[in-house]
């Protein structure tokens, strides 16, 4: 049995509800169904328009003909030797593995993600960098271990918002009232 391949152009997504997902090439000006090829474990839906396609076909019959989508225009670029990642190209979203071992990952959009546990363990410093507003809500205890912890903030409210001045020793006092207090931690009664 002897097998043909050419270059193709993925001109449309026709059905990923089936067995094996459908989509429609052209290639020598001509225009054909096909089954597209996922790699095992990958799961994708090429971009129409825009993926070029490796198809083979077994002796020249189309019903047996297979594209293998590649990469399109948007593809990352610039990679070093030994680099990979695994893109959506679309939205431009990666997650890539340097050449020096570093795990790099970008997200143009949002990341909301419900699992029942995450463990993050750094061997070395590890920072987190948010140019917004953070919430951390835990519906049981939180615990922070640490030789040394540190918080700078221009506010600080205990238990919520709206609290008195917290005093400090060596704050003033006058008849057994606290008339002095911090300008920054506050904290409700």
Known sequence: MSLRAKLAKLLLNTND???FPQAQIEY?????????????GVNARAISGDTLCLIIDAMGYE?????????????LKGF??????LVNEKTG?????????NLEISI???????????????????????????????DGTATIESTNAI???N????????????????????????????DTVFAVD
Do not use: M, Q, W
Request: glycine letters at 12%; hydrophobic letters at 35%; charged letters at 25%.
């Open 17 to 19: 509800t089936e067995k």
């Open 28 to 40: 020598l000006s001509k225009t054909g169904d096909c089954v597209l090829a996922i790699p095992y």
């Open 155 to 182: 506010r600080v409210d205990l238990g919520d918002v709206g609290g008195k001045k917290v005093a400090r020793i060596g704050d003033a006092v006058a008849g057994g009232v606290i008339t002095g207090g911090s």
């Open 93 to 101: 979203a990666f997650i890539k593995h340097t050449e020096d071992g």
């Open 151 to 153: 918080v700078k903030a």
């Open 108 to 138: 143009p959009e949002d990341v909301i993600k419900v699992c029942k546990k995450i463990t993050i363990s750094a061997d070395g410093d590890y920072n987190l960098n948010v140019t917004g507003n953070a919430t951390i809500v835990v």
């Open 63 to 75: 019903e047996s003909r297979i594209a293998f989508p590649l990469s399109t225009t948007n593809r």
């Open 80 to 85: 070093k030797d030994g680099e990979s990642a």
